[in-house]
T-cell receptor, first 115, second 110 residues
Framework: GAVVSQHPSWVICKSGTSVKIECRSLDFQATTMFWYRQFPKQSLMLMATSNEGSKATYEQGVEKDKFLINHASLTLSTLTVTSAHPEDSSFYICSAPRTGSGEQYFGPGTRLTVT | GQQLNQSPQSMFIQEGEDVSMNCTSSSIFNTWLWYKQDPGEGPVLLIALYKAGELTSNGRLTAQFGITRKDSFLNISASIPSDVGIYFC??????????FGKGTKLTVNP
């Protein structure tokens, strides 16, 4: 099956610093990728849609200046959490739809802890 | 945002038993997807359904796309301990965005 990777798998950073998370589709090209946030014992919450070659579109209530998204190529999207605060600590997961298949594959997630 | 109604919220079963969970929506979807998520991991795609009425199997898993296009169920037969996890349904409408259920937490007692 298709594979999506994320890096890093976990990161601890100090409050006020920025953290970049990478999402890669390994065996297919993805013009669109999605970024989710998941709190413990809850479902996935869509944050934004990453679009290759154009600006990301953010869901209501998600600060675009805080969560910077760059879709650098057809296989790479990055999420940068700027000026991180402890409340940004969460599990961040990306997904990539395989064009034409209807199937969507998720990365393994990145655990962010802000101290 | 929109969310699917997934039930049950949790299940505790004995190894070897069959399991059934379902999702309903007030909206029509073009695709239904079922995922399993283990702790600290991303969701893994189990089954994808594309047509109303479609019944698809993947090993001991069987899922169906409801005729009304507003519901889907997932069955797991002869459960084993490694089936433990959280199962999510997801619907896809006109865009590639997914709408998720809240998940069904499955516990299998050996």
């Amino acid at each position: 099956g298709a594979v999506v990777s994320q890096h890093p798998s976990w990161v601890i950073c100090k409050s006020g610093t920025s953290v970049k998370i990478e999402c890669r589709s390994l065996d297919f090209q993805a013009t669109t990728m999605f970024w989710y946030r998941q709190f413990p014992k809850q479902s996935l919450m869509l944050m934004a849609t990453s679009n290759e070659g154009s600006k990301a579109t953010y869901e209501q209530g998600v600060e675009k200046d805080k969560f910077l998204i760059n879709h650098a190529s057809l296989t790479l999207s990055t999420l940068t959490v700027t000026s991180a605060h402890p409340e940004d600590s969460s599990f961040y997961i990306c997904s990539a739809p395989r064009t034409g298949s209807g199937e969507q594959y998720f990365g393994p997630g990145t655990r962010l802890t802000v101290t | 945002g929109q969310q699917l109604n997934q039930s049950p919220q949790s299940m505790f079963i004995q190894e070897g038993e069959d399991v059934s969970m379902n999702c309903t929506s007030s909206s029509i979807f073009n695709t239904w997807l079922w995922y399993k998520q283990d702790p600290g991991e991303g969701p893994v795609l189990l089954i994808a359904l594309y047509k109303a009425g479609e019944l698809t199997s993947n090993g001991r898993l069987t899922a169906q796309f409801g005729i009304t296009r507003k519901d889907s169920f997932l069955n797991i037969s002869a459960s084993i301990p490694s089936d433990v996890g959280i199962y999510f349904c997801a619907g896809q409408g006109g865009s590639e965005k997914l709408v998720f259920g809240k998940g069904t937490k499955l516990t299998v007692n050996p």
